[in-house]
């Protein structure tokens, strides 16, 4: 816990003059979603109220805002704990995925579509796979996918999915392979990407369909497994 508190306290900087719990949880977000706060872990409001420079009360709503979110959970008594997903969570997050970024890319219309975005995700994905940072090519696959989202043009749909990346990232910190687990969706991002800028969306949303069905079916096989382990 020393080495993240030590990590936070550099992101005190970032909160200025005019500290908000709004700015808080987006720093703790972040962390999380890192990993620098695994699921399971308890939150110490003294801690990290220390660490970045705020109030108790302040500190209190950036938790329940991220509680909101579903990234954390209040247990009376114990305090206040990095969630924990199950099975059924991840299930949920990709039936919400599949309606989401399937519609915004049904919904596109004539080309040419604005996918420089997504051009830079997939070189992102690909530096950190010849490094051999898996973590990495997970960031990058996250950023992928909030750049396809993006292409929606929509505020509210980009907000709605920034938390629900946030959240399934709370389940790619438990996978214990994560190359096997990744690897195979570099080259799916290309293709999609190359699609999208043949102007042929009604194909990409038939190859994202499928590549959101694979990965759930991948990633529950090996969650499943681990929170059974945990058990």
């Known amino acids: 816990m020393a080495a993240e508190l030590t990590g936070l306290a550099d992101d005190r900087a970032l909160l200025g003059r005019t500290s908000t719990a709004e700015r808080v949880s987006d720093i703790l977000r972040s962390r999380i979603a890192e990993g620098f706060f695994p699921p399971g872990t308890r939150l110490s409001e003294d801690s990290i109220g220390g660490a970045l420079g705020v109030s108790r009360n302040t500190l209190r709503e950036a938790f329940r805002l991220l509680t909101h979110e579903r990234l954390l959970v209040h247990e009376l008594n114990r305090g206040v704990f990095v969630r924990v997903l199950t099975v059924e969570d991840v299930e949920d997050i990709y039936r919400t995925r599949r309606l989401v970024e399937c519609a915004v890319v049904r919904g596109l219309g004539a080309p040419p579509y604005d996918v420089d975005g997504l051009a830079d995700a997939v070189a992102e994905g690909q530096r950190a796979a010849r490094q051999g940072d898996w973590k990495g090519v997970s960031t990058a696959n996250i950023h992928f996918h909030r750049e396809l989202v993006a292409l929606a043009g929509s505020a509210r ?75």
């Open 157 to 231: 749909t980009d907000e709605l999915m920034r938390s629900v990346f946030a959240e399934l990232r709370l389940a790619f910190h438990v996978v214990d392979n994560p190359r096997k687990l990744y690897e195979p969706y570099l080259a799916r991002n290309v293709l999609i990407l190359e699609t999208l800028r043949a102007g042929e969306h009604e194909e990409a949303e038939r190859m994202l369909a499928a590549y959101l069905d694979d990965s759930l079916r991948g990633l529950v096989e090996v969650y499943g497994r681990r929170v059974a382990e945990a058990l």
